[in-house]
């Protein structure tokens, strides 16, 4: 297969163009009463699709240590080991409870940042991390200069290669642009929602882009309609605050809407819906990795067949942005 690949700002980090999201990996969490994972996934059939995703060219992993409160991570350690070539990206600041699969609160404390490395080692068993991203941008801001040199003291340690920001508020990476081993920018980034200020960023600091959600959170994949009901155990049945795609456990009209508009742009020359909307990602930014997340090896299959058709076509690319009001005639 043919395989696009980019690299991750100035870490210059070779990577595929396309990684693998493994926040449904994680199973269940939640903090408090509030669903913040994915509920029925079959760990086993989501474990082959991993190998399967690396034997068709996927290079770039993706995780936290709170997607399952850690089971993402462990269920990522016998992979990377069949695998060690295979770069890892995880993330930190949030505290959790393995045995109650909960998030209990945030932490980005000198002490706690050094102990949530050391566990997502052990849980990921690697010696190190490629990127290490904070995940809780706002908890970090007030502690900018204290956070970043903790980070560079774990470059220093070999414990870290490059470490990023999840976020997508400019103000909070700017804080921390100047330190030397920041080089990757995680944001939210697909055909319904342009992200053009961290674009801007990440370029203007010459800084890696992966992106969360390419797919809506599954909304592109074109399974779900006006009629689906996501479980309440979903993070998508009873969303949180920042959710766009779903509202009250079905996929929002606006939604729906929007995706209408473009469906056939995305599909017209073959691609699958999920594709062409990770071929719009690469089209739309040459610094974008959309990390879409899986569950099979169907999904897996379907999303890294997108490298081989590449970016859509830039005249596709611009009616759909014309179709969605963002162009100019």
Partial sequence: MTTLRRRLGRSGLDTSALGLGCWALGGRMASGDQPLGYAGVDEDEATRALHRGIELGVTLLDTADAYGAGRSEELLAPVLAAHPDVLVATKFGNTIDPATRQLTGVDVSPGYVRDALHASLRRLGRDH??????????AGAAVAEELAATL??????????????STDDPDEVEVLAQAPHLAVVQIQLNVLDDNAPMLALAERHDLGVLVRSPLAM????????????????????????????????SPAPEMLERLDAVREALTADGRTLAQGALGWIWAHDERAVPLPGFRDVRQV????GALAAGPLDAAVHGEIELLLGRGSG
């Fill in 129 to 138: 991390v490629d990127v290490y991203q904070l995940h809780t941008p706002s």
């Fill in 152 to 165: 560079e003291a774990l470059v220093d340690d070999g414990l870290v290669r490059w470490w990023g920001v």
């Fill in 218 to 249: 599954g909304l592109l994949g074109g399974r779900y309609t006006a009629a689906s009901r996501l479980p309440a155990d979903d993070v998508r049945g009873r969303e949180p605050e920042w959710m766009r795609w779903f509202s009250g456990g």
């Fill in 301 to 304: 299959e379907e999303n890294v």
